[in-house]
Nanobody
Framework: QVQLVESGGGLVQPGGSLNLTCTAS????????MAWYRHFPWNQRELVAD???????NYADSVKGRFTISRDNAKNTVYLQMNSLEPEDTAVYYC????????????????WGQGTQVTVSS
């Protein structure tokens, strides 16, 4: 059973930084893309950034220049380095993996992590 486990959220002051980590556990052969989404208190979900296995990245306009997504394919891990954090970045951040293939050639279309809270406040 493949699972996504996130870590690295917390409380930070405006202008501060956090680094989120998400690791896919299980007998994984490949993952096409991994991403970070965030869910705001008013029930809006936003794609923050995603990255393919080949390293192609995509960012929401609201985080360009402040956040960096990266990935270690050997470790099945995706990172989100968040700098210059603003109160508007406060949300629950979810890790997402698309097209997961296990070593037994089972395919899972999409997986989600449990979420990690990021709060930006003075």
């Amino acid at each position: 059973q493949v699972q996504l486990v996130e870590s690295g959220g917390g409380l930070v002051q405006p202008g501060g930084s956090l680094n989120l980590t998400c690791t896919a556990s299980g007998n994984i052969y490949s993952i096409y893309s991994m991403a970070w989404y965030r869910h705001f208190p008013w029930n809006q979900r936003e794609l923050v950034a995603d990255i393919t296995s080949g390293g192609v990245t995509n960012y929401a306009d609201s985080v360009k220049g402040r956040f960096t997504i990266s990935r270690d394919n050997a470790k099945n891990t995706v990172y989100l380095q968040m700098n210059s954090l603003e109160p508007e970045d406060t949300a629950v951040y979810y890790c997402n993996a698309v097209s997961v293939v296990t070593t037994t050639m089972q395919h899972q279309r999409e997986l989600w992590g449990q979420g990690t809270q990021v709060t930006v406040s003075s």
